[in-house]
């Protein structure tokens, strides 16, 4: 990562807007601003780790946490019965576009196969 | 989900055969037996959790276990440079087939936007 703020980082630090709809002590989770699909929110830790494959063991908790906040997140914006899927990209191949580990939520249509 | 057992149930309990890469006490990963991409892996917690959405605070800890594995998981087949998608499918519109947790990991290729 460069010493450079990424774009979340200051998501998180209240630098710049975003529709933010869920925080608590350890994450954040604002509405994508290019969204691919009706509904598309994205679930972030305010902890800057760069992505899955730089979590440590020291962040199993945090990561659990986030998954468990995507659930809770996707209740609150009832799409848990017609259900979502959660994405997380990793490096180049992965389409990983800022260096902060994110969980893309989607949801509102029938999601399509392959992821991509 | 239903008393009859899951296809990934009955692969932990070696009733049907996978190609396993990997093992723990918690968790076990195979190959997808419908690869989307070059490499493409199911990681899925041996515990038969439905989904990211029936995730309970008492799996937080193996939540967070399961996503540091694939970070793992990743690195020993040797896609952690180039990188990786991770997918979890919740319910219907999400795409879910098995209702049974699990992580497709998808790599060996540029993944796609949206991701389906």
């Known amino acids: 990562m460069s010493d450079e703020k990424t774009i979340f980082k200051k998501i998180i630090d209240r630098e710049i807007p975003a529709n933010i709809i869920f925080e608590d ?5 604002f509405y994508d601003v290019s ?3 009706p509904v598309h929110v994205l679930l972030i830790p ?3 780790i ?8 020291e962040n199993k908790e945090l990561a659990g946490h986030l998954l468990l906040t995507a659930g809770k997140v996707a209740r609150e914006l009832g799409i848990d019965q017609a259900g979502y899927r959660v994405v997380a990209n990793c490096g180049a191949d992965g389409g990983q576009s800022v260096d902060h580990l ?3 939520i989607l949801a509102g249509r029938q999601l399509k196969w392959p992821p991509g």
């Open 46 to 48: 305010k902890e800057e």
């Open 50 to 57: 760069e992505n899955v494959a730089a979590l440590q063991l």
């Open 25 to 29: 002590d350890h994450c954040i989770a």
């Open 35 to 37: 969204p691919q699909a």
């Open 102 to 104: 994110h969980l893309h």
